[in-house]
C-alpha cells in the first residue's frame, strides 16, 4: 500500500512539470555593429539560449531553437517563420555592438494573436558581455513565470557546504542464480552519512555535478526457499559510497554511486534431525546504485527511486539486486556559509521482498 501511494505520488509529480511545460522557440538573432555589418566574433543566440535554460530553474520552459537560420528582422519575418514551423511563440530581435556598448533588444512574437506580446531589452558596456546576456535570459524566464503564475525559484546555483540530509525507502532484494534456487531475499535496511566538499563539482549547460564521500552501514535477511531446511541468513556490510549526483532544471536529480564493503554473515540453520547451528564468514563486496530524485521547490523534501547491485565475492559470486522507493529531506546548515558543502545522512533505507 505504502509503495503504491509512492508511484501515485511520484507520477503526479511528473504530471504537474508536464503540465507547466510552456513551448517556446528561439530563433536566429541578429548581430552587428554600427556601420551596418555582421558581427560574428560572438554567436549571441547560442549563449542566450544556453543562459534562458539554466536561469528556468523550475523547467517551465520548454525552449528549442527554429530549424531556419533565417534571421527575422520584421514581424512579418516572424509571421512567416512561426507558420512554416509550427510555434506559437517566437523570439527574435537583434544585438548591436558599438565600441564601447552592447544594446540588446528581443521581442516576443505571438502567432496566434498575430502581435508581438512584449519587448525585452538590456544594455551594458562592451567588457559586460556576460553580465548582458545573464540580465536578459533573467528578464525573459520572469515573464513567464509571472505570465503562468508560477512561483519562480530563479536561485543562482551556488556552492553548498553543510546541508544534512534523512534519506528513507521500501523495495525488497532478490539474489540471481545460483544462489537464486535456495535462497529469497526478505529485508535490507540501510543507513549511511556522505559529504560533499564542494557543490557544484563543475557545470554542463544546465546539468549541475556534484560528488560527495561518505560511510555506511547495511543490513539484510535472507531465508530459506521451499524444499530447503529452514535457515535465516543475515549480512551486516560496511560501505564507503562515492556519489556522483547531476541536478537539472533544479528539481530533477540523477545519482550514480559505488561503494566498496566488507560483508560479515551470519547463517543460522534450524536442522531437522539436529541442533540450532549458525556459522559466519566475511567477505568483500562492492555496491552500485543508481537514482532519481525529483525535489520540491524548498529543495528540502525530495521522492525517488533507485536500484542498488551488490556483487559479494564468495567463491560462487552472489549478486543480488535492490529496487526501491525513498524519501529524502535536508536539513539546513547551522552554519550558513556562501557555498554549501552537501552532507547526506542516509536514515531507514528498508528494501522488503517476497
Known sequence: MRTKKLIILMTYSFLTITIWSFDLSLAELYQYSPDGNDFTEINITRDLFKSVRET???????LSRTNSKDIPKSILDA??????ENNDFI?????KVSKNYYDFEVKLYDREGGEIKTVFYAKNSSSNYDELIKTMSMQIVTYFHKTLGV???????QKEH???????????????YPWAESLMGLVSVHVASSLTPVNPLFKWDIFTFALGYGIGVDYSLGMNKEGFEAY????VRLGFPVTLSTLWHYSNKLIFSMAPELQVDVLIQDRLYGSLVSEKSTALSLCTSIGYEYLFT???????FATRLHTTFYTNILFSIEPSFYCRYR?????KAEAWSEASFLLGHITKGD
Open 331 to 335: 536539513f539546513n546548515p547551522a552554519n
Open 232 to 235: 535465516s541468513l543475515h549480512s
Open 79 to 84: 509571421a512567416l517563420l512561426s507558420e512554416s
Open 91 to 95: 523570439l527574435y530581435g537583434f544585438l
Open 162 to 176: 553543510g546541508v544534512i540530509d534523512i534519506e528513507s525507502g521500501l523495495g525488497y532484494w532478490i539474489p540471481f
Open 298 to 304: 524548498n529543495k528540502r523534501f525530495s521522492l525517488g
Open 56 to 62: 528556468d530553474n523550475e523547467g517551465v520552459l520548454s
Open 151 to 157: 512561483t519562480s525559484c530563479l536561485v543562482d546555483l
